[in-house]
């Protein structure tokens, strides 16, 4: 039987383009709410399998996955990474110009002589560093892991743990990327003295319990990770903290889960910049995704499927441009909306500048809008092109950590 070109075409991206033939239909609006729940509710569950069966098809429209994705030789060109980060963390170098340091020992034995082969002496040293690991591995921390500037920790190729104990601070340092790592239940440590740099160590006091602790750090790229139940947030950037992207994570079963902004007072947070974008926010979430204080926020094409308080929430006058995200509202009567206004009378916050536009509301989900949209604090606001939120299912659908092997795309 004879096909013409036109049919074998069809074919061949019938057969290798699944993902994109069926993720790409649009969520009918004019549905009642109940089937637009479900057809939600199936994109999920069809993302979720997607993740856990490492499943991926090039050309998803995540900008930073199409960077890379699609190279089966990526173990051999794992530097190239860095040039693929978007928004305002987008010149975070890592390690890119350094040697590769390669992790054999998941021990923490000395948090002021740490042992060569470690994690911990990796992110101290002072010259730029692309750190991987030699094997599958799970590391407790006895103290924070206080990283020195220009490293990248990339945990693609094996399956790495970051559990137990205190867990990642950048601190006064810059040019960070964290990637494909699962971070865990994280602890306070503190109370002891952890080297940070071959020449220098001092005391630490008691840390906050964060997966990821940013404080005064500059041009950092949090990617890739899967993160949850840590004892206060999974990521928070605080202190003057700057030029930050946090972007495909997976995130779960947390309270608190991302802190921008030290305190209503820290005015020097005024020149934050930090770029949200391609997220899961997943289940047993409360709030804070993300709390932002004074400075300058774009939420753009995550995908909230769980929240039990809010979503979006800030205080001090932050400008939060929010775009083409899809924010399914719990069942809750009282827990439909997404922002929330904290600690300001409503004729305050009515001048703070939130935005949302092109976001797709399910399930009763409202964002209530403030502000009179001055363009140049938008402008300030804005790190890229923001996609349909039609499409957030197949950007999102490989958040987390990835399941990456050698000779393979990832």
């Known amino acids: 039987m004879a096909f013409s070109s036109l049919s074998l075409t069809f074919l061949f991206f019938s057969f290798f383009f699944p993902v994109l033939i069926s993720s790409s239909r649009p969520l009918q609006l004019h549905q009642d709410p109940e089937s637009v729940v479900h057809e939600v509710h199936r994109s999920i569950n069809e993302s979720t399998t997607r993740r856990n069966l490492g499943y991926f098809s090039c050309g998803t429209g995540n900008p930073i996955d199409d960077c890379w994705r699609c190279d089966p030789n990526w173990e051999k060109n794992r530097q190239r990474l860095a040039d693929c980060a978007i928004g305002f963390g987008k010149n975070?170098?890592?390690?890119?110009?350094?040697?590769?340091y390669v992790v054999t020992d998941s021990g923490d034995y000395d948090a002021v002589n740490p042992k060569p082969g470690t994690l911990r002496h990796a992110v101290i040293q002072d010259e730029p560093l692309w750190i991987i690991f030699a094997r599958d591995m799970?590391?407790?921390?006895?103290?924070?892991l206080i990283m020195n500037s220009f490293k990248t920790i990339d945990g693609r190729?094996?399956?790495?743990?970051?559990?137990?104990?205190?867990?990642?601070?950048?601190?006064?340092?810059?040019?960070?990327?964290?990637?494909?790592l699962n971070i865990h239940d994280c602890k306070q440590g503190g109370n002891a003295m952890v080297r940070d740099s071959p020449n220098h160590f001092g005391w630490r006091t008691i840390s906050d319990g964060d997966a990821v602790s940013i404080f005064g750090g500059t041009h950092i790229w949090v990617d890739h990770n899967s993160l949850s139940n840590c004892q206060d947030g999974l990521v928070d950037a605080i202190h003057g903290s700057t030029y930050i992207t946090i972007s495909n994570n997976f995130m779960t079963h947390h309270d608190k889960v991302m802190l921008l902004g030290h305190s209503d007072s820290y005015t020097q947070d005024k020149n934050m910049q930090v770029t949200i974008a391609f997220n899961h926010f997943g289940e047993g979430l409360v709030q804070r995704m993300p709390r932002c204080r004074h400075g300058y926020f774009h939420v753009v094409n995550n995908d909230y499927t769980h929240w039990e308080m809010y979503a979006i929430g800030g205080s001090a006058n932050p400008t939060i441009n929010s775009q083409g995200n899809r924010f399914v509202a719990p069942d809750a009567r009282f827990s439909k909306e997404v922002t929330k206004h904290e600690d300001a009378p409503e004729s305050e916050w009515k001048g703070w500048n939130w935005r949302s536009e092109g976001d797709l509301m399910v399930n009763?989900?409202?964002?209530?809008?403030?502000?009179?949209?001055?363009?140049?604090?938008?402008?300030?606001?804005?790190?890229?092109?923001?996609?349909?939120?039609?499409?957030?299912?197949?950007?999102?659908?490989?958040?987390g950590a990835l399941s990456c092997r050698k000779g393979a795309r990832c």
Request: aromatic share 6%; glycine share 18%; with cysteine.
């Open 364 to 399: 009763g989900a409202f964002f209530t809008p403030s502000g009179a949209g001055a363009s140049s604090s938008y402008s300030r606001a804005s790190s890229l092109g923001a996609k349909p939120s039609s499409l957030v299912g197949s950007i999102t659908g490989a958040a």
């Open 92 to 100: 975070a170098v890592g390690g890119r110009d350094g040697k590769i």
């Open 138 to 144: 799970t590391i407790k921390l006895k103290e924070e």
């Open 157 to 180: 190729g094996a399956s790495v743990h970051i559990a137990g104990g205190p867990c990642i601070t950048i601190q006064f340092v810059t040019n960070i990327i964290i990637h494909g």
